[in-house]
């Protein structure tokens, strides 16, 4: 089954970027979709938005259309999460989190382990 | 957008006790339903999806029902790592989700 490994902690500035990482192994790239969540401290989860690799595709909530970009790269098997104009409340713990390509029925059943982001000046 | 609305925020319970959780679709969803449970620091796990159907290695005493707009998550007794906050997530706006905004089960 697939395995999904983030990259580490970050602390940014406001108004800054951030690129999380997403690599995944023990599966075929692009026989998944990939998605990002959120959760601030404390908080519940947040759907962000997702990439099909297969067809590099992507989709965004509404709310993070234009300071989120979801990019994949085939030959490392890895997907990339850039947050623009960060803010103090973009400081959350990001998942990335797959499910099958070929369906949206299955629910994502394998999560990276998350990556908190820090957003203080 | 389709808003998901989980009753109740928190819950308490004990151990082997039976616990429903519902959550409501802002509009019918069929069952483009799935449900997590999420343990402090830790990622979510996917225990059912499609509304009915057990997740690969999710104990049994764990089952969902609904369709449409209202759905319920059961815990037939509870065990004591059962105390975890619980998500639901709509599939049906595909590409586009939204999850439900958690219970938060503990022990009494």
């Known amino acids: 089954q697939i395995q999904l490994v983030q990259s580490g902690a970050e602390v940014k500035k406001p108004g800054s970027s951030v690129k999380v990482s997403c690599k995944a192994s023990?599966?075929?790239?692009?026989?998944?979709?990939f998605n990002w969540v959120r959760q601030a401290p404390g908080q519940g989860l947040e759907w962000m938005g997702r990439i099909v690799p297969l067809y590099g595709t992507t989709y965004y909530a509404q709310k993070f259309q234009g300071s989120v970009t979801i990019t994949a790269d085939e030959s490392t098997s890895t997907v990339y999460m850039e947050l623009s104009s960060l803010r103090s409340e973009d400081t959350a713990v990001y998942y990335c989190?797959?499910?099958?390509?070929?369906?949206?029925?299955?629910?994502?059943?394998?999560w990276g382990q998350g990556t908190t982001v820090t957003v203080s000046s | 957008d389709i808003q998901m609305t989980q009753s109740p925020s928190s819950l308490s319970a004990s151990v082997g006790d039976r616990v429903t959780i519902t959550c409501r679709a802002s509009q019918s969803i069929s069952t483009y339903l799935n449900w997590y449970q999420q343990k402090p620091g830790r990622a979510p796990k996917l225990l059912i999806y499609a509304a009915t159907n057990l997740q690969s290695g999710v104990p049994s005493r764990f089952s969902g029902s609904g369709s449409g707009t209202d759905f319920s998550l059961t815990i037939s007794s509870l065990r004591p790592e059962d105390f975890s906050t619980y998500y639901c997530?709509?599939?049906?706006?595909?590409?586009?989700?939204?999850f439900g905004q958690g219970t938060k089960l503990d022990i009494k």
């Open positions: 989190a797959s499910e099958p390509q070929y369906s949206s029925t299955y629910g994502m059943d394998v």
């Open positions: 997530q709509q599939s049906f706006s595909s590409p586009r989700y939204t």
């Open positions: 023990g599966g075929t790239f692009t026989s998944y979709t």
